[in-house]
């Protein structure tokens, strides 16, 4: 069980670093609203004017929820209410169900685009389902053992002063899990390369291998750097970047889902303007068609399908094949 440092154990030092923490707390709060609302303009056009499908839903719950989460949680961590031990547990507790629920959504975010562009393989969904339980067992484990052992001082407002070791499986378990995510994106994109022998910056494979890219990159450091303050640090600064850890999956889930819904647009504008001359070669013909995702800006009145022909590339050792279907 967790257990509560007495006041008198309390240094100077141990009050700086818990001071510094918080900073840190209010940093990543201000990081998701000064983002949300910087690109508030494409939110608005890319996802409430679209159907209602389950990218809507899923960003609502990365993007809006996080910020709602980490706000009242920095709101209740700051308050001058005093906390008592099981209210300091239960509050642990419950911050670390919301981090862990949304790294989790973003990672499915990420496993839905693989499926995706391996063209919904069933041998991809069988490995990435069998690796995602086994992240997500780990970190439960890990997670609920870290409770026994752990310090905290309620005078500095429910603040960890020591985190057991254990926990840092947890972190490399997520960690473990986005590599196999990336590396399949990178092989992906690789075997892209090989077939169309062009790079195709406007690409739908290229769009999903740049965010990959980013995404993998900051969920890394966040990780990394979690890693070696629980390891390094007996103090408040042990958890100075927990919070940045739903910022971060915050940040990466909302951006992933409007970068897809951007290029889906501009893919079907791009045909509506020639559609006579559109070449489904150019559009690389693998967005989320086959999982039922909307990429129109918004619904008409009038909805006339358009198909273009499928279209076949070959090579040594595969055969695409891919179709693009856009409603207008």
Aim: aromatic fraction near 10%; proline fraction near 3%.
């Amino acid at each position: 069980m967790i257990r509560v440092v007495q006041s008198g154990a309390i240094t100077t030092s141990i009050a700086y670093d818990a001071q510094v923490t918080k900073y840190c707390n209010v940093a990543a709060a201000a990081f998701l609203v000064y983002d949300m609302f910087i690109h508030m303009g494409d939110e608005v056009e890319l996802i409430w004017k679209s159907r209602n499908t389950w990218v809507k839903w899923i960003y609502i719950y990365v993007r809006h929820y996080s910020i709602l989460v980490v706000g009242l949680l920095l709101i209740h961590g700051n308050s001058r209410v005093p906390f008592t031990h099981q209210s300091c547990i239960n509050w642990l507790i419950a911050e670390s169900v919301f981090s862990n629920s949304i790294v989790s959504v973003t990672e499915l975010v990420l496993l839905i685009r693989l499926f995706a562009i391996y063209g919904k393989s069933k041998l991809i969904l069988g490995v990435l389902s069998i690796a995602s339980l086994a992240e997500m067992i780990t970190v439960t484990i890990a997670t609920v053992k870290s409770f026994n052992g752990a310090e905290v001082s309620l005078e500095l407002g429910c603040v960890l002063l020591y985190v057991p070791p254990i926990l840092t499986a947890g972190w490399a378990a997520s960690l473990a899990f986005q590599t196999l995510i990336f590396a399949l994106t990178v092989g992906r994109w690789l075997t892209h390369l090989m077939v169309t022998k062009q790079l195709g910056r406007q690409s739908i494979m290229f769009v999903f291998m740049r965010d990959g890219g980013w995404a993998y990159g900051l969920m890394l450091i966040v990780c990394l750097v979690n890693l070696l303050t629980f390891r390094l640090k007996s103090s408040p600064l042990s958890t100075v970047a927990f919070r940045w850890v739903m910022a971060v999956a915050s940040f990466s889930g909302s951006h992933v889902l409007l970068n897809l819904r951007r290029i889906g647009r501009d893919l079907h504008e791009d045909f509506m303007s020639r559609p006579d001359e559109a070449n489904p070669t150019d559009a690389e013909a693998i967005v989320f068609a086959p999982l039922s995702i909307d990429t129109s800006p918004a619904p008409l009145p009038t909805q006339i399908e358009l198909e273009i022909p499928r279209t076949r590339w070959r090579d040594r050792e595969s055969e695409y094949e891919y179709s693009l279907r856009s409603e207008v």
